[in-house]
């Protein structure tokens, strides 16, 4: 089944103890991307990769790292972690440049961190 | 540049029609529409590539005026299963942007 893949679903931590949460895809997608999505927000972009090892940052980067060394991963590095960066992240992945493609979204990660 | 979505939220009768509003202060070469069921990632609705151009699947349709840098979001005939939140987003594939959303709540 294609597909996006986000792990953990769940996830509470405490400030400053660093995290990763994984993204992978099957569908052989050049674009993914990571949001996050906080209530009267809307999905703010925090990073997008074009291809392996091609990244730019989004809207809100700030406090995030990212890497993608193979195609079909993209995992989201929290450094530190503060209480702000609690929310709800969703990844997710496109083929490039073809008309009528939309993003395919993971499952999401709700993160809290305290 | 966030685009603005209108109206922030609507609630409709079964049957009944809506429309959603997104426009941006930047010119659109493009536009994505999404829809968020409660609790669930968003699901890809359909892309504008063209000015003007209208698409669309059963009875959910979209425009896109790039003169005046709108897209409008038009569902005929809501049935109960269009209730959820709608996004538009602007950019490229890769920088993808979207506006803050238009929660639509169909009701029997």
């Known amino acids: 089944e294609a597909q996006v893949t986000q792990n953990p679903r769940y996830l509470i931590t405490v400030t400053g103890k660093k995290l990763t949460v994984t993204c992978s895809q099957n569908m052989n997608h050049e674009y993914m991307s990571w949001y996050r999505q906080d209530p009267g927000l809307g999905l703010r972009q925090i990073y997008y990769?074009?291809?392996?090892?091609?990244?730019d940052k989004g809207d809100v980067p700030e406090g995030y790292k990212v890497s993608r060394k193979e195609k079909r991963n993209f995992p989201l590095i929290l450094e530190s972690p503060s209480p702000n960066q609690t929310s709800l992240y969703f990844c997710a992945s496109s083929l490039q440049g073809r008309p009528g493609y939309g993003y395919t979204f993971g499952s999401g990660t709700r993160l809290t961190v305290v | 540049q966030q685009p603005v979505q209108s109206p922030q939220a609507v609630i409709l009768r079964e049957g009944e029609d809506a429309v959603i509003n997104c426009s941006s202060s930047k010119a659109l070469y493009s536009v994505h529409w999404y829809r968020q069921k409660h609790g669930e990632a968003p699901v890809f609705l359909m892309i504008?590539?063209?000015?003007?151009e209208q698409k669309g699947h059963e009875k959910i349709s979209a425009s896109f005026n790039e003169k005046k840098q709108q897209s409008s979001l038009y569902l005929t005939a809501s049935q109960l299963s269009y209730s959820g939140t709608y996004f538009c987003?602007?950019?490229?594939?890769?920088?993808?942007?979207f506006g803050q959303g238009t929660t639509l709540q169909v009701k029997p």
């Open positions: 504008l590539l063209k000015g003007g």
């Open positions: 990769s074009m291809n392996v090892e091609v990244t």
């Open positions: 987003g602007t950019g490229n594939t890769g920088k993808l942007i």
